[in-house]
């Protein structure tokens, strides 16, 4: 064979095992959410990926290994989120333009969080949390603490900018991120299998918590 | 024997078997707490409790009935703090006061949500809501729903004195407890063994909650 065509065969190569790679991810995740840790073989992985457990054995090492990387799959979801929030605030420069934007951007995050996938793998993370310490850790580091620290950059820049009061500013972030999250989140926990809010219930609570959010945390009107 | 000592031999009886259920689930939350349910058997309920299994079996008839009596303890909590939330705004009738009272109350409801056993216990629920919905969903209605409920009894009652606003007062409790406890509960679920708030983290936290919940829902003053 040529050069060129090695490099094709091992490009092919290469594809085939991060497609099973892939294929064997979404496996994991869906025994997983559905069976828990405990509930879960890498055999069955194996059957419901369509590969042979040594090519399981592999990729992933164990079962925990395998776990683990499920589990920080959120950093993903998180930094991708995170990115999000920066450019929905780009060029924002009015008070007007500001109110619009972060009713667009709760919008987004209360639908993002509620998602049935999203809500699964936080039950699965608390589940094994005492087994795992470390790794739910680092679950609410990558995920919602990484959520919160781009909230927070953001609302920083806005204080700078004159648009958010400099006030109480250290906590805009969870202010915001629990008067829209707080209570669907709590209640999504412990209902499974039905959704909490509708689509009308995401606008609603999108639209209050930004209202409360600016009554405290608007520049107070320069006293005339 | 008199009926006089029939009545007292009764009761001693009576006492006996009330001090056993009691000594039961104390060891039966433990066990669940710190092992799951499936980590958990009635035979270690039995030792650790220093009774036979089948005075175990007798009282509590199988383990998912020892385990929902043990989830189902949260209604007690709620209750004792639901009818404390009535108690400690007996009687409010200035904003100052109110400012007062809401602090007070804040500082009690994070301390009571963040004790560690409270969250182990939330932690356990979450872990079993796919196995038995229904049971966690009881949970949520005894306990979180439960305090929101007297929370929003609370304040539809300062609505009606105008102590607060109207206008958005329907969200008012959900508002009040996630301000509060929202961030704290979120990494609580996922930090196990370590406290997230300290003593002054929870009075900083308290009024913090305080301020941006009255800055959205104190009565706006009449414009003169």
Redesign the interface.
Known sequence: MSDMQNDATAQTNFGRSEQKRHTILQSAEELFL?R?F?GTSMDEVAVHAGVSKQTVYNQFGDKERLFREIVLGVTATADAFADGVTEAMRGVDTPAHLDAALRALARRYLATVMNPQVLAL??L???E??RF?DL??A??ERG??RV?AALADLFAGLVARDLLAAI?AA?AA??F???L???A???G?????EPVLTPAGIDDTAD?AV??FL???APRPASS
């Not at 926990?189 to 299998?193: A, K």
């Open positions: 559905t828990g405990n936080r039950r993370v608390i589940s949390a005492t310490p739910a850790a679950y609410y919602p603490a919160l109480g906590r969870p202010d991120a629990f008067l999250l707080g209570q989140l709590d209640e926990m412990f209902r499974v299998g209050h209202d409360v009554a405290a945390h």
